[in-house]
């Protein structure tokens, strides 16, 4: 006769152990279908990943600029985050890894491509405001130098007829 106090067997439940296996494997599912999509904060670490390569900084901001990928939006906005952050300084400007000099106009096209055209105008704007102040500056400069020399030549003419008198 069987001991009715003996050790119950548990009861093999198929229905708990496929949600528990689901459930185990949603990280692994997500992680397989986010791979390789934009993300938005790429730019934050293209500084560190140009050190580590031994590239010039703003590399990969200018590969980001140059070529096309996935998403020509995602790419503008990590640009942009970047240049909020970092400023033009290693973007524009010549960059030895592409033996190539990157303009305001190529960042401008790629912003504009991205959807962000206010801020491509804005960067266009903003680029030409020193040369224009540059130049003001010089026009100015060089009115006054002008008027200097016509005033001390009128000087000189009063002096040279009132010294003969």
């Known amino acids: 006769m069987p001991n009715p106090i003996s050790t119950p067997v548990p009861a093999f439940d198929p229905i708990s152990l496929g949600i528990q296996v689901v459930m185990a494997a949603i990280p692994f599912i997500m992680n397989a279908i986010n791979k390789g999509k934009p993300n938005p904060n790429d730019w934050q670490g293209w500084v560190a990943l140009d050190s580590k390569n031994g590239q010039p900084i703003g590399t990969n901001v200018i590969t980001w600029i140059i070529k096309d990928g996935q998403s020509i939006e995602n790419e503008a906005l990590n640009i942009l985050q970047y240049i909020r952050n970092y400023g033009t300084q290693d973007v524009l400007t010549y960059n030895s890894y592409y033996d ?42 060089t009115k006054s130098t002008s008027s200097l020399l016509l005033y001390l030549g009128i000087g000189i003419g009063l002096f040279l007829i009132l010294k003969k008198k």
């Open 100 to 141: 190539r000099t990157i303009t305001a106009e190529d960042l401008a096209n790629k912003l504009r491509r991205g959807g962000y055209v206010n801020e491509a105008n804005q960067l266009i704007q903003q680029m030409q405001t020193p040369v224009n102040n540059a130049s003001n500056i010089l026009t100015s400069v």
